[in-house]
């Protein structure tokens, strides 16, 4: 079955470490997003790609990072100058294009101490 | 003003009844509306997608746009125990960057009781 896979489901990390979350995706879509959200506050994107080797920043970009080296994959890594890293991380794809709707993985709940 | 507009809730509707849901939003040239649904600790899952002035209906959702008023409406007729969630209203919105994203909600909370 298609769908996008983000691992692991929950993460623990202490203050100051970086963490890399992992996205695949198997629906052959040319683009991938991250969001983060948080209690009230809705789905906010971090960084979005339409294509290999090419990404944009998305609202709230500062302290993470991202790459995509294939077409499947689109990890990201919260660094330690991101001031409030606990959250719930979710990854979609889509087909490029305005009417395209994301598809979301099953998210990962990171939590830093 | 927020470019995506909810009422966070929670709204409550006794089973059987029709719950309505409401969304407005800022650009006026928004082409794509999407209503995700979201379980408590879940991820979203997409329920609904209209591009058109009018309704659209699935099941027992139907989605209303208004382009004119900015505004789009998801309604649940025969409400059900299982479409308590969060529903969470998107829309494609022109971004400073001159590209289109995605912007959502902050989502509405429904429960339905029986």
């Known amino acids: 079955d298609g769908g996008i896979t983000q691992s692991p489901k929950y993460l623990f990390r202490k203050e100051g470490q970086n963490v890399t979350l992992s996205c695949e995706q198997n629906?052959?879509?040319?683009?991938m997003y991250w969001y983060r959200q948080d209690p009230g506050q809705g789905l906010r994107l971090i960084y979005y790609s339409q294509i290999v080797n090419d990404f944009q920043k998305g609202d709230i970009a500062e302290g993470y990072s991202v790459s995509r080296e294939k077409k499947e994959s689109f990890p990201l890594t919260v660094t330690s100058a991101q001031k409030n890293p606990t959250a719930f991380y979710l990854c979609?794809?889509?087909?490029?294009?305005?009417?395209?709707?994301?598809?979301f993985g099953n998210g990962t709940r990171l939590t830093v101490t | 003003q927020k470019e995506v507009e909810q009422n966070s809730g929670p709204l409550s509707v006794p089973e059987g009844a029709i719950a309505s849901l409401n969304c407005t939003y800022s650009d006026r040239g928004s082409q794509s509306f999407f209503w995700y649904r979201q379980y408590s600790g879940k991820s979203p899952e997409l329920i609904m997608s209209?591009?058109?002035?009018g309704d659209k209906e699935d099941g027992r959702f139907t989605a209303q746009l208004n382009k004119a008023s900015q505004y789009v409406s998801l309604l649940i007729r025969d409400s059900q125990p299982s479409d308590s969630a969060t529903y969470l209203c998107a829309v494609n919105i022109l971004g400073l960057n001159g590209n289109e994203k995605l912007t959502f909600g902050t989502g509405t909370r429904l429960t339905i009781i029986p």
């Open positions: 209209i591009y058109s002035n």
């Open positions: 629906l052959n879509h040319d683009a």
């Open positions: 979609a794809s889509s087909i490029v294009g305005l009417n395209s709707p994301l598809h």
